[in-house]
């Protein structure tokens, strides 16, 4: 498998402040790669530049290959590359299965004259995008609310439905924030077991920040872990959670040894809402 994700020396500075700093790092296609670090390490920032929502002040991000930098997130939508939320962005007053309708680009009904005009070709690509709908929704195991406004779903069934927006899209890459925030552990385990599906039955890469080690162990290898604006190390989970310098990143102290004090840091980073 080739790389899917490139970035080169890439910084982002907001005035006096280098939020991230001559970051270097790559995800292979196929992957599950995570994403870990302190709060204030520059996750979300790094996120942002490379789902389109920020420019990167200096340096460059490959798309397959492709130079994209500074291209805007509907851009890299086209290309096959979304971004889930920590907070869900659904259309809360339309239904489950309106919502998963509303993600393919390009459709005959958007336009006023291509109603008049073809109707019968406005129909027919309207069927065929409610029949992948409803496919998507039976793959997630949530057709039984395909009805339901997306407004009164919980927080996990919410995530869910970003999952399935990206399956309507056919995106090649998904840069997941947090799935895991304010997702019970029944409906966690189903997030996991769909994202694992995807991965491994249809051929999604994800690239995950996350702040629950025990589903980043689940899910992610490798896991790259940044500290102060800058990629530390890389590699699986359980060297990273024994390693010295990481542990002593996330508590900015002496570190312990024990392998368990880089969960409860991240327990405590998520608690905290601090900025990744």
């Known amino acids: 498998m080739g790389t899917i994700i490139e970035l080169r020396s890439v910084?982002?500075?907001f005035g006096g402040f280098l939020a991230v700093n001559d970051c270097s790092l790559s995800v292979t296609a196929g992957s599950v790669t995570g994403l870990i670090g302190?709060?204030?390490a520059g996750k979300s920032t790094l996120f942002n530049m490379v789902?389109?929502?920020?420019a990167p002040t200096s340096g460059t991000i490959l798309?397959?290959?492709e130079d994209v930098t500074g291209l805007e997130a509907h851009e890299l939508f086209s290309r096959g590359l979304l971004r889930t939320f920590?907070?869900?962005h659904e259309f809360s007053h339309m239904t489950v299965t309106e919502n998963l309708m509303m993600v393919?680009?390009?459709q005959s009904g958007e336009s006023l004259l291509e109603a008049w005009l073809r109707p019968a070709r406005v129909a027919r690509e309207e069927t065929a995008i409610r029949r992948k709908a409803e496919e998507v929704l039976d793959f997630l195991k949530i057709a039984h609310v395909r009805n339901e406004l997306a407004g009164n779903l919980s927080g996990g069934q919410k995530k869910l439905l970003e999952l399935g927006r990206t399956m309507m899209a056919d995106a090649k890459i998904v840069l997941l924030d947090e799935i895991a925030a304010g997702v019970n552990r029944t409906l966690l385990n189903d997030l996991a077991s769909n994202i694992e599906r995807l991965n491994q039955e249809l051929g999604y890469t994800f690239f995950v920040i996350e702040h629950d080690m025990d589903l980043i162990g689940r899910l992610c290898d490798p896991v790259i872990v940044m500290a102060a604006g800058s990629v530390m190390t890389e590699g699986h989970i359980a060297d990273i959670q024994k390693?010295?310098?990481v542990i002593e990143a996330y508590f900015g102290g002496s570190p312990t040894g024990n392998a368990t004090t880089i969960s409860a840091a991240a327990e405590a980073a998520r608690g905290a809402g601090a900025p990744a």
């Open 86 to 88: 920590q907070i869900a």
């Open 243 to 245: 390693n010295e310098a």
């Open 63 to 65: 798309l397959d290959g």
């Open 104 to 106: 393919p680009s390009r």
């Open 11 to 13: 910084s982002k500075r």
């Open 38 to 40: 302190p709060n204030g």
């Open 51 to 54: 789902a389109g929502n920020l």
